[in-house]
Nanobody
Framework: QVQLVESGGGLVQAGGSLRLSCAVS????????MAWFRQATGKEREFLCG????????SPAGSVMGRFTISRDDAKNTIYLQMNSLKLEDTAVYYC????????????????WGQGSQVTVSS
């Protein structure tokens, strides 16, 4: 059974930083294409950024470009989302997702999901 377990969310002041982690088990991590999404209350799930099994990154969403960075550590079966210069509008539940198929920004294309991690940015 494939499991994605997220950690690192919490409350942070605007302008601050957080790093989310997503540990993967039950699948050969090195063949998975991985991505981060988020979903704010009352909004659709939004693609943020992705990284393929070779380590190549997709272009991030415009809303996080220059502030958020995705990375992976195949030795730890883990991906990360480094979030800097956080804004109030970054408040959301953040999800990691994985697929063996080509990466898309459409969340329905992903096979595996983490449980979600709440990030709240305060003024």
């Amino acid at each position: 059974q494939v499991q994605l377990v997220e950690s690192g969310g919490g409350l942070v002041q605007a302008g601050g930083s957080l790093r989310l982690s997503c540990a993967v088990s039950g699948h050969t991590f090195s063949v998975l294409n991985m991505a981060w999404f988020r979903q704010a209350t009352g909004k659709e799930r939004e693609f943020l950024c992705g990284i393929d099994y070779r380590g190549a990154r997709t272009s991030p969403a415009g809303s996080v470009m220059g502030r958020f960075t995705i990375s992976r550590d195949d030795a730890k079966n883990t991906i990360y989302l480094q979030m800097n210069s956080l804004k109030l509008e970054d408040t959301a539940v953040y999800y990691c997702a994985g697929t063996i198929n080509p990466m898309f920004r459409d969340p329905s294309r992903y096979d595996y999901w983490g449980q979600g991690s709440q990030v709240t940015v305060s003024s």
